[in-house]
């Protein structure tokens, strides 16, 4: 009896241990599938992710291509551009590796080769901190450009020194990347909660907030700084010339009037093309906060849109060469003559197109508003 008694002790023991054991797993499936709880949840992410990583492809060989094929997109403004298109390219190539581990499940799917995913990983950090390091130069470039002088935006803009600024561009991010890859801090690598080629969160709390705050909050705030000063200058300018939009007789007759008439649209076209890189800067910005914002807090809200965040951000790399396309005088010129597989002309009747869309930008009519003010 003893015995019996015993060994039903033993098996309810077990049993409860069974139940516990089982309750403890089901919680942590519960805890670990929280972010999907649908496999349709996944295959809209990697859709959404790899559409953006075919058309950021397309779209950013095209800018990359119209540069070079037109003498006109040859400014110093666009070497800035060409280093965001680059970036970008890269960022699309390697994006559809998130897909992958998407639609892998709990584990990366490809057994052997995790270095993939830690290499898609490296890429994606390097690729995007060039991106908004690019985005910060355009906009003091555009800066130096509106309201200085030409003599003063050559001294700045020398082949040299746009140089040094491409590669400071790239060199910050890639002194990021390379951090936890030399060091303990942070790892790169497929996060299972996520199912994502990132960096481990449980390894990287610390690295999250480090990344944050390099790629972040000091670009956001030049880019707003100098958009605003370029703001209030254009204002301010376009007052001055509304002043002195009437020209005299004397003008008229010596062809002044035609040559205030000529700067005055020189200027239009100048504003015009700050007004395309301010596009892009907000649509990468609009793009950019929500996954910041949503990494930076760790409450259950902000984890259920990460993955949404991030895909937002993905598809980032897609969105220029539309804005390019549709507002940018210049770039919608060269797209049309390459859909349609002809030659970009090169005479020299486009030269005030040409002079137009420099980084080198005088305000004469201004200046000769003010003079006689």
């Not at 897909?99 to 995007?128: D, R």
């Not at 649209?265 to 596009?279: A, F, G, I, M, S």
Request: with cysteine; glycine share 6%; net charge positive.
């Amino acid at each position: 009896m003893i015995s019996l008694k015993m060994e039903n002790t033993t098996e309810n023991v077990s049993s409860v241990e069974e139940d516990t054991w089982s309750a403890y797993s089901a919680e942590g499936d519960d805890e670990g599938n929280q972010i999907y709880q649908y496999f349709s949840v996944r295959q809209a992410l990697a859709g959404m992710i790899i559409t953006g990583g075919i058309l950021g492809t397309v779209g950013n060989c095209f800018v990359v291509a119209a540069v070079v094929l037109s003498k006109k997109l040859r400014t110093t403004t666009n070497v800035f551009v060409v280093n965001l298109a680059v970036a970008d390219i890269l960022t699309s190539l390697f994006v559809p590796w998130q897909a992958v581990g998407l639609l892998g499940g709990e584990e990366w799917p490809i057994p052997g080769a995790s270095w993939v995913c830690a290499m898609a990983a490296f890429v994606i950090v390097v690729t995007f901190g060039c991106s908004i390091n690019s985005l910060a130069l355009i906009a003091v470039n555009r800066w130096v450009g509106i309201t200085k002088s030409r003599v003063t935006t050559r001294r700045i803009y020398t082949a040299r020194k746009l140089a040094l600024m491409v590669i400071f561009s790239w060199a910050i991010p890639l002194g990021c990347a390379l951090l936890p890859v030399l060091t303990d801090f942070g790892e790169l690598g497929y996060e299972k909660l996520y199912s994502s080629c990132t960096w481990v969160i449980e390894e990287s709390v610390y690295y999250s907030i480090f990344i944050s705050a390099m790629y972040y909050p000091i670009q956001l705030i030049l880019i707003t700084v100098c958009y605003t000063s370029i703001f209030c200058y254009v204002c301010k300018t376009s007052r001055r010339m509304t002043r002195a939009n009437a020209p005299s007789i004397s003008e008229e007759v010596c062809g002044q009037g035609a040559n205030r008439a000529m700067r005055r649209k020189l200027w239009k076209r100048q504003v015009d093309v700050t007004k395309n890189l301010l596009y892009i800067v907000l649509a990468f910005v609009l793009c950019l906060t929500p996954y910041f914002v949503t990494i930076v807090f760790s409450s259950d809200w902000s984890r259920q849109l990460v993955p949404w965040a991030a895909a937002i951000l993905f598809c980032n790399s897609c969105v220029n060469p539309f804005i390019y396309a549709t507002s940018h005088p210049v770039f919608k010129e060269a797209f049309g003559y390459m859909v349609r597989c002809q030659k970009i002309p090169t005479s020299g009747a486009s030269h005030q197109t040409r002079y137009a869309a420099t980084t080198n930008t005088d305000v004469p009519g201004a200046d000769t508003a003010q003079t006689k003010k």
